[in-house]
């Protein structure tokens, strides 16, 4: 689901982790049904999510339904 490389770091027994950005957003009920992406029950939180992996900009894009 979470995107990233792994290279060596600077030091001995050192990594470095470069990943996608997130970017979380709130959609409406009716915005969340037709947003695209995969459903997660379970992500940082208790309500159902929609993930979208933008490879062009290199982001992972969180849809959660906003509290009406």
Known sequence: MLKGKVFDGLHKRSLVLWGY?????????????TAEG??????????PVKIWTDHKRHT????????P
């Open 21 to 33: 950005r997130m970017d979380w957003q709130s959609l409406t009920a009716e915005e969340w049904n």
């Open 60 to 67: 992972l894009v969180i849809y959660k339904k906003s509290n």
């Open 38 to 47: 995969k459903i997660h029950f379970s992500f940082l939180g208790n309500t």
